[in-house]
């Protein structure tokens, strides 16, 4: 129902900066909720941050917070990620990902977009 697509991933220097963009389908994303996961090679999918599209409220993971922004725009149906003093411990496939306001998990997910952060 929902569809997600990821863009903006790369290779970037430590220290640099990157956006990521999830388009939604749809004419609208209210109501939903969008998150930003991680995962690097051998280790578990990791939470990054996430919105709450009609808010705007903003929530991160404590390895991200005040360096990462995640927005919104509602024009657009697009959500983004903004990522800035990266360090190698980003370097992940990153994924975008939904849910409803009023549902507890994650029921729909991007393709993932690689991002790689070097020394």
């Known amino acids: 129902q929902v569809q997600l697509v990821e863009s903006g991933g790369g290779l970037v220097q430590a220290g640099g900066s990157l956006r990521l963009s999830c388009a939604a389908s749809g004419r609208t994303f209210r109501n939903y909720v969008m998150g930003w996961f991680r995962q690097a090679p051998g280790k578990e999918r990791e939470f990054v941050a996430t919105i709450i599209w009609n808010s705007g409220n903003t929530y991160y993971a404590d390895s991200v917070k005040g360096r990462f922004t995640i927005s919104r725009d509602n024009a657009k149906n697009t959500g983004y990620l903004q990522m800035n003093s990266l360090k190698p411990e980003d370097t992940a496939v990153y994924y975008c990902?939904?849910?409803?306001?009023?549902?507890?998990?994650?029921?729909?997910w991007g393709q993932g977009t690689q991002v790689t952060v070097s020394s």
């Open positions: 990902a939904a849910r409803m306001t009023d549902t507890s998990r994650y029921d729909y």
